[in-house]
């Protein structure tokens, strides 16, 4: 049975592919990314909060702007002479469509954060490890897609990450164990989600090295809900950010992965797998945490 | 004395004119802002979470461009054709400086959130409020800035606001409540802060009949710590966004008004004032919920 968010209290739609939280809705967000960070306490990662734009030098590091220049945004001032600014603002700048032209513009040297976990890797850039680190951070990240849809695809979302920087082994227990910890939860609760091996949505990608070798050795493996809609993602990056940000742990260069949760898509899941109203879900989630009393919470 | 932000545990300071906080630095950001939603909740306000994006022909109803153009910063997206995300994905796209040379762009509708309020007035246009509404939100907001400053001065920051939107008497009523409740609260911690009437920053503004008004007849008043740094402001917009947006109160356009918190300055007048270390904070700080094991605190 689709669900029909239209009539969900508490989720207000934009056409511009944005989403309005409030009452009901708004609280669920709350209570999903709070049991993301009782799981990221599990071991003991120290919580980041990071600004909304990150370098476009740093991501050019990462050959960003060439595997995926279709999903990208910028954020972009107006160039800052009295000049322009007077132009700007003498002039009718919106047309009937909505659209501003803006003219002449200030240099532009950030991006809209496209993935949380990115920050870590700035921030740790150059460093030499003493133990592994287990790290966490919730952000609003930014994809400009083709199409949107209420929480299951929007230009603006939230993704709350749970990352570990080490070595080989020391990344590939701590993606295990939380795999683990996740089937373990969903098989619980009972929400029908399975696990799929997938590739990152690279622009034209059969002419992509890094595609091309995601899909000899896969590094990313989705949690799909009703065979459809990936809520999250377990994501193994082996050496590439450790080689590219200069991290190293134990001599050479470290290892890394993540395990990511898109919050609207998990509030969906739940919302189509055990109805609209929080009152009536199974008493499970209120054991998890998740229902009971939402109305008053804060 | 002056507080070196660079010592403090916990902020982090890019050159871009951004924050990372982490470890006590959160903590103390989650803390104020939860004081500032118990102050929401004791007037009922109805909490919403709105997209970091508002659409562009909303602000043009305010006149926003013309009054703010020095401060507007924009989400940009490039062109979808394949030929120019081919073109742009292939070339060298980052200078020396750090700098994206975007080429040609996808049209331009929407504008990154400049003050968290706006939104209420866009989702409630064109409505006839048969009560007073009490409403609440907490955003990101972006203004571009000559310079920046950690926690004082950032092109991205954290903004609270409690808003009335109702008849007149409704909102002033509802902004003297608030103003007696804060300096109450001011005075009890002993943080020394001036109630000063301010305008808003206007580009050109002895151009602009908006700042002439403004300065007739002040309808902005700041709360101002150690003579210099606005935390935080109690605005009144009589009718100007109900006539603007066609909400209605007893068949008039609606007075709205808001009490809005800088939450990062907030942090930042706490730590000149207290000290970095919150473990020697004055224990009223704790009976207010601000203080108190910080280092655990989630």
């Not at 739609?13 to 049991?35: C, F, I, K, P, T």
């Not at 595997?67 to 160039?79: E, I, N, Q």
């Not at 002039?91 to 809209?112: N, T, W």
């Not at 809900?225 to 742990?249: C, K, P, V, Y």
Request: neutral net charge; proline residues 5%.
């Amino acid at each position: 049975m689709a669900l029909d968010l239209k009539k969900l209290d508490g989720i207000g739609w934009q056409e511009n592919g944005q989403a309005v939280l409030s009452g009901m809705a708004l609280a669920m967000l709350r209570r999903l990314d709070r049991l993301f960070l009782l799981w990221a306490g599990e071991c003991g990662a120290e919580e980041y909060r990071f600004p909304t734009f990150i370098e476009a030098g740093q991501l050019h590091k990462l050959d960003y702007f060439r595997s995926f220049p279709h999903l990208v945004t910028f954020p972009v001032a107006l160039d800052t002479s009295p000049e322009h600014l007077k132009e700007f603002s003498r002039s009718a700048v919106i047309d009937e469509a909505g659209v501003v032209q803006l003219g002449k513009c200030a240099p532009v040297r950030e991006v809209l954060t496209p993935a949380a976990c990115y920050h870590f890797y700035v921030l740790f850039q150059g460093t030499e490890l003493k133990t592994a680190r287990n790290l966490t951070t919730v952000a609003t990240c930014f994809r400009r897609e083709a199409y949107y849809r209420p929480l299951e695809r929007q230009w603006n979302f939230t993704m709350r990450e749970i990352v570990r920087i080490g070595a080989a082994e020391e990344v590939k227990d701590f993606l295990a164990d939380y795999r683990a910890r996740i089937e373990r939860f969903l098989s619980d609760i009972g929400l029908p989600v399975a696990w799929e091996n997938a590739t990152d949505p690279f622009f034209d990608p059969s002419r992509n090295p890094k595609f091309l070798a995601q899909k000899l050795e896969p590094v990313k493996t989705e949690m799909v809900f009703g065979g459809a809609l990936a809520i999250g993602s377990i994501n193994f990056h082996r050496n590439f950010f450790g080689e590219t940000f200069d991290m190293r742990r134990n001599g050479e260069a470290a290892f890394s992965g993540c395990v990511a949760f898109g919050v609207e898509r998990w509030l969906y899941a739940f919302l189509s797998r055990f109805g609209p109203d929080e009152r009536s879900w199974p008493s499970v989630l209120r054991s998890h945490g998740i229902a009971g009393d939402l109305a008053n919470d804060k």
